[in-house]
């Protein structure tokens, strides 16, 4: 998103996001989500024991490779643009507020993110998500500051 800002505005060395938003997303915001992963399952244990090669491409590491990361390099791009783009065109009159939106929806955009990775959802799963949305929310309402509400 930073690297569309800078391309739309003429290559100005403003940072859209301030360095506490930043930390905040890198740590706050979108660590339970992304940790919430851990909590997936692709197969029961059951179904594990009684067919092992189930874990074959995981062992030869075959969904780890440079195809894997051009397609998440390309959906980070693609979806920081389309959200500056569409917090530009469609707030055109709050340009005050672009950090506020944009961020907002770089936070939604993430934990659904999370979703499309989800083999089984669990309770614990959907706990965390909840709990990053509302520590989002106490932040915005705490952390005025920041946001331009």
């Given amino acids: 998103m930073q690297a569309t800002f800078t391309v739309l505005f003429y ?3 403003i940072p859209i996001y301030n360095g506490f938003l930043m930390l905040g997303y ?4 979108t660590s339970l989500p992304v940790f919430s992963l851990v909590f997936d399952e692709d197969a029961d244990v059951n179904s594990i024991m009684s067919f092992p090669p189930l874990y074959k491409t995981m ?15 390309w959906k980070s791009i693609f979806q920081g643009t389309l959200i500056l783009m569409l917090g530009l065109f469609m707030f055109r009159d709050s340009f005050a507020n672009i950090v506020m ?4 929806a770089l936070i939604l955009i993430e934990i659904l993110n999370v979703y499309t990775q989800i083999h089984t959802f669990t309770a614990k799963m959907m706990l965390m998500q909840i709990a990053s949305a509302v520590v989002y929310m106490v932040s915005l309402m705490l952390l005025h500051e920041y946001f331009d509400l």
């Fill in 59 to 73: 062992q030869k590491g075959r969904s780890m490779n440079v195809k894997t990361f051009c397609i998440w390099l």
């Fill in 101 to 104: 939106i944009t961020f907002t």
């Fill in 26 to 29: 890198s740590t706050i915001y």
């Fill in 11 to 13: 290559f100005v060395t």
